[in-house]
């Protein structure tokens, strides 16, 4: 089963930007799709931007859209997220996921999921 690591979170102020990574312990298939979502404290975990492998084609929440981008990395087992305008209702533990549905935001169409990286939004 294939593991997947977060990376780059951190504190940033309102206005700012990260960018977080997803590294797969082997290469993305085609049929793939990488996902990530984030929990917020003290609510459940929510859909953010899905990427399918195959065709780069890419969905976003309405609450991140315009703002954050998924890409593939410059690997062939990495994902990334640009996120931008970050405000502190984009506080949230940012996790990645892996599935085989193009376009899925439930979390039941994904089955591999990382530890996820801590992103503060916070002056």
């Known amino acids: 089963q294939v593991q997947l690591v977060e990376s780059g979170g951190g504190l940033v102020q309102p206005g700012g930007s990260l960018r977080l990574s997803c590294t797969a312990s082997?290469?993305?298939?085609?049929?793939?799709?990488i996902g990530w979502f984030r929990r917020p404290p003290g609510k459940g975990r929510e859909f953010v931007a899905t990427?399918?492998?195959?065709?780069?084609?890419?969905r976003y929440a309405d609450s991140v859209k315009g703002r954050f981008a998924i890409s593939r990395g410059d690997t062939d087992n990495t994902v990334l997220l640009e996120m931008n305008k970050l405000n502190p209702e984009d506080t949230a533990v940012y996790y990645c996921?892996?599935?085989?549905?193009?376009?899925?935001?439930?979390?039941?169409?994904?089955?591999?999921w990382g530890q996820g990286t801590q992103v503060t939004v916070s002056s």
């Open positions: 996921a892996v599935g085989s549905t193009r376009g899925a935001s439930e979390e039941m169409w994904y089955g591999s």
């Open positions: 082997r290469r993305i298939f085609s049929s793939n799709v």
């Open positions: 990427i399918a492998w195959r065709d780069s084609y890419t």
